[in-house]
């Protein structure tokens, strides 16, 4: 923990491993009495990504309404509360299985179970959670919660946050809550669940957390297409909206395709053996041409398992969204943020969302923020947005994490108020 | 009644078409579909637009009157009753499809849009509107937001939450908002997802964008006929449990088959049946059949004395018929019901659905029970007439010990229809004091002064001084004051 602290350019004051919802509880109040920052955390990845690690400075009202919102770095250094270091509450040891009925398809387990070892113990009874968002596959649970984002099976599965059933969090004041349930339908009272679904260890740290599974399905098979990079997002734009329903549809460019193009369209078919037959033939058809590849069953899941993984240890990560009948503008952005990044980029056209990595070499990093804020610019004019979740500290502090809030009117720092009125942990997002 | 001046201002703003405030044109506007609980509205407005709704919004809070958003009225859980003399602002007449995006599957519209209507209206996209609550030909979108609502086919689904990518709010002091929109990648907290099923305590919904599905190219019905209920219980866990996942999974069970058959709603079902589980698969046509061949062994194995299946339309929606039509049919057999919606872990089903059946008979009480089982989203319906005190009371004890053994299962108080009115004395049954006061938190985030649908969700607070002016009854008072309901 304390190493990926500091590979997000936090020195942390300590790090805190507490075993239960009250240590948890004591960890924030004692936090909150020292006035220092409280960062929680799963196994450390995301620290220092989206505004977690590095602040805009204690008592600062979140900056609601300012461009580049609450989650700007830099304005008062690095480091979190501007006099002292931050603390880390690291979930790791709050990784029980609490309640794992199969017939059910729910699960209650401590937020820091790695989300590895939860495919592990669901694996056996043929069940699964579908998160396929970015470190999805290594990180723990409550981060991915915490962190609220989806990957490509979201428009089959429902994205992370239709699948959070209950959640236990202690908030930044200190308080034990337990929000939702374990039952697959629940509309008792407000919907506290989604809220922290996404909010980014700014209102609480989530200690418990209940989830909807899903039957592994009987057949997982992956076509991957070849060509060019016009002709693949086009090939990609014709599948999602083909009557034929697919699990994911991705463009991968360069090499990590795996076809000797310079892309490839990636389209996973999930389902009963017969279903996804039918699909397969009905989607070769249409595209005219038998794919390059075909995956099936581990080598599917093993592909897949590769692309959640693909940001791991970029020195930049970031993500552009906007609606899917705009991937070819979304792409054409991302490359070039891609290329002043020395990097490459891996789109979603289900959802219209193009993640870059870049590892940054030697480059300009003065080049980078300014192509960035063009490209947020950019996405902006066309609705969409873009927003960073790794990136050296100089070129976070010029670009902003999120670039700032809509016109909420003022219920995000309201919102943050409540759970969190000294600002104790995380500040809030965006 | 509402002051002159208001009566005036709201002229003004909607035109004398948009304003209601005789007395006996209010009446429609004293209940939802939960008769039991009814009260005058001071008045109904009836905007047109986003700007109209802010400016009602705007004049009725200076002159100090609470104010109840209202869709099609359909709710079951008093969430639409105006207490305290409220001013209803009614979204009948904000009723525009604005857009269908059908390249990026998605959909903006006004909030009094029938949700029946949007899929009707996505269908020649080949797209539909996924959450399907029963009364879809009647209820809004709007108040599925206010709701998140369900339906038979969330099973597979999800409810409406999942859909609703973006929304116009106006709030109670009259500001306009944007939370989400094309899509749902936008940073910050999940403003949407919070208010969606908030049941008009946080604002107003005045545009509402969704996501739209590819309409399903084949469907698979089976109608499983039991002698046991538990047995019907048991199949649709043993289904789950072999990893099919079907789109619908309902239990009407033998009161209910035997009110439907009683009535002109006769579906066909055997009066004799203790359970009828209605089955449903959609999606590509290549598999269906043997996943539906698989749930037929599944319930013949559990005890099922015959399954059915439909070969066309015509015969799926006489399998449908006795599942949409039981509360109609049940309104014929007795002047009085009562609607209950937990929702218990399924594998508790068998267990539930017994122990529901010995607090009827020992209170002496007809409960009859049509869910979404699938889900574990249980509607035990209590028959009662209200002209009878002793058999009330019965009702009242009958209702709280069925809503115990849910939540002591694991479950909750509602899984579709909201707490409203209607179940707001029960949150304290699964949370706690701190839980109770965060939502009253979050609900004065959106609302300072308590102006939108005071009086409904949350229990009121420990200081009375907090709370004055809204009365605290106890869950019975209500349904013996209030006027027997029109017969159905």
Partial sequence: MSEAALAAGIAPDRVLLPESVEEVQAVVLEAGEAGTRLLPAGRGTWLGAGGWGVDPGRGDPDGEGQPGGGGEPGSDGRQGGGTDSPRIAGTERLDAVHHYEPADLTLTAGAGIGLDHLARVLEPNGQWLPFDGPACDTGTLGAAVASGVSGPLSSRYGATRDNVLGLEVVTGDGRILRIGGRVVKNVAGYDLVRLFTGSRGSLGVITRVSVRLFPRPESDVTLLFGGDAAGAVAAARRVCTHEVPVAAVEVIEGDEGGVGRAAAVAVRLLGGVDEVDESRARIVAAAGAEPSAALEGGESRAFHGRRIGWEAGAAVVARLAALPDRLAETLECARAVAALAGGATSADALQGVVRVKGSCPGGDLAALAEGLLRGRREMAAAGGTLTLSQAPAEVAARVGWTGGGGEEGGLTSRIKALFDPDSTLAPSCP | ?488
């Fill in chain 2, 1 to 488: 009644m509402i002051p002159k001046a208001l009566a005036v201002s709201l002229t003004g703003i909607c035109g004398s078409d948009g304003v209601i405030a005789d007395r006996d044109r209010l009446l429609v506007y004293e209940s939802d579909a939960l008769t039991a609980y009814r009260h005058r509205p001071g008045a109904v407005v009836l905007p047109r637009t986003t700007d109209e709704v802010r400016r009602a919004v705007q004049a009725i809070t200076r002159h100090g009157l609470p104010i109840v958003p209202r869709g099609a009225g359909t709710g079951l859980s008093g969430g639409a009753v105006p207490l305290g003399g409220a001013v209803v602002i009614g979204t009948a007449r904000m009723n525009r499809i604005l857009s269908i995006d059908a390249a990026n599957r998605r959909a903006v519209l006004q909030p009094g849009v029938i949700n029946a209507e949007l899929s009707a209206a996505a269908a020649p996209h080949g797209l539909y509107y996924a959450p399907d609550p029963s009364s879809q030909t009647a209820c809004t979108i709007g108040g599925n937001v206010a709701e998140n609502s369900g339906g038979p086919h969330c099973l597979k689904y999800g409810v409406t939450s999942r859909y609703v990518t973006g929304l116009t709010v106006v709030l109670a002091d009259g500001s306009v908002v944007r939370l989400g929109g094309q899509g749902r990648e936008a940073p910050g907290y999940d403003l949407v997802g919070l208010f969606v099923g908030s049941e008009g305590c946080f604002g107003i919904a005045t545009e509402v964008e969704v996501g739209l599905l590819p309409v399903p190219e084949g469907v698979r019905t089976l109608l499983g006929i039991f002698d046991r209920i538990e047995d019907a219980g048991r199949a649709v866990s043993d289904i789950v449990s072999a990893g099919l996942l079907p789109a619908a999974m309902e239990i009407i069970d033998g009161p209910t088959i035997r009110a439907v058959e009683d009535s002109v709603f006769a579906a066909g079902y055997p009066t004799d049946a203790e359970a009828a589980l209605v089955i449903e698969f959609d999606g590509l046509e290549a598999g269906l059949d043997a996943e539906a061949a698989r749930a037929a062994e599944f319930c013949r194995r559990a005890g099922a004395r015959e399954v059915r299946s439909a070969k066309d339309e015509e015969e799926r929606l006489a399998l449908w018929k006795g599942r949409k039509k039981a509360f109609g049919a049940m309104g014929r057999i007795a002047p009085d019901l009562l609607v209950q919606d937990a929702t218990v872990p399924r594998t508790t089903l068998p267990a539930i659905l017994k122990g529901i059946s010995e607090i009827g008979k020992r209170y002496g009480l007809v409960v009859a029970n049509v869910f979404h089982a699938g889900d574990g989203n249980l509607h035990p319906n209590i028959l009662f007439d209200r002209r009878d005190e002793a058999e009330l009371e019965r009702v009242e004890r009958a209702s709280k010990e069925i809503m115990q053994i849910c939540v002591d299962s694991g479950g909750t108080i509602t899984g579709e229809h909201g707490v409203g009115l209607d179940k707001k004395h029960h949150m304290p049954l699964i949370y706690g004091q701190a839980e109770l006061d965060t939502m009253w938190g979050i609900r004065r985030v959106f609302d300072p002064g308590d102006v939108l649908n005071p009086g409904k969700v949350l229990p009121e607070e420990t200081d009375p001084a907090a709370r004055a002016g809204w009365g605290d009854g106890a869950v019975g008072e209500d349904l013996a004051a209030a006027p027997a309901p029109a017969p159905a």
